[in-house]
């Protein structure tokens, strides 16, 4: 007997499997049949969701943007200083990266997306600059009690935050290092980053 599934299951299935097929063939070579055919729909199935392999491709955009600022969002009312915060964040990140390695390649096709299509390329920038946007406000956050250094350029510290984990999430990607290697990465890398900003730190310039 055939599960029954919902809509939003089925988009689902969709998406996942769009994701996957992106990832392994590239967007540009990745087929409507063979991502049906993966998420065991007809391609009609998948022309009821979507109107095109782009609006999936956007759509998995717009999903992982989402996960990602609703965690920032979250952090927010965490306890912690703010560097706990972050650094729990980015390993956090690391970790469903690690257990789900589609998810930080399909960050690459992203870039080769960028790179072609000025549009995507706008989405993506428009992101990066939310992200940067989210983490700029808990390190002001930090700043406001004392935490961190009261001259700290909180936009610089934020890009160079958000450079650090987008870095980290191409080299997982690329399977540049071993999992515990990843690990002392981002522990003891933002440890060092983050040093800077704290009170007592050297002035800069």
Do not use: W
């Amino acid at each position: 007997m055939t599960l029954h599934k919902s809509q939003d299951e089925r988009r689902r299935d969709i998406l996942e499997a769009a994701r996957g097929r992106f990832v392994v063939d590239g967007y540009s070579r990745a087929r409507l049949n063979d991502i049906a055919l993966d998420a065991g729909l007809s391609k009609g199935g998948v022309y009821f969701h979507f109107k095109s392999k782009r609006e999936i491709f956007d759509a998995l955009i717009d999903e992982d943007f989402e996960r990602v600022m609703l965690a920032l969002k979250a952090m927010r009312g965490l306890t912690g200083s703010c560097t706990d915060k972050l650094i729990s964040f980015a390993q956090a990140g690391f970790r469903s990266s690690i257990t789900n390695p589609v998810v930080p390649r399909f960050f690459i096709v992203m870039g080769e997306m960028a790179l072609a299509h000025d549009d995507v390329r706008a989405r993506v920038q428009e992101i990066h600059e939310a992200f940067v946007t989210e983490v700029r406000a808990i390190l002001e956050g930090g700043v406001a009690k004392g935490e961190l250094r009261q001259d700290l350029d909180t936009d610089t510290a934020a890009r160079l935050l958000v450079t650090l984990m987008d870095g980290v999430r191409a080299a997982v990607a690329g399977d540049l290092h071993k999992p515990r290697q990843f690990e002392r990465l981002l522990a003891d890398g933002g440890r060092l980053l983050t040093e800077g900003f704290l009170p007592g730190a050297p002035k800069l310039g």
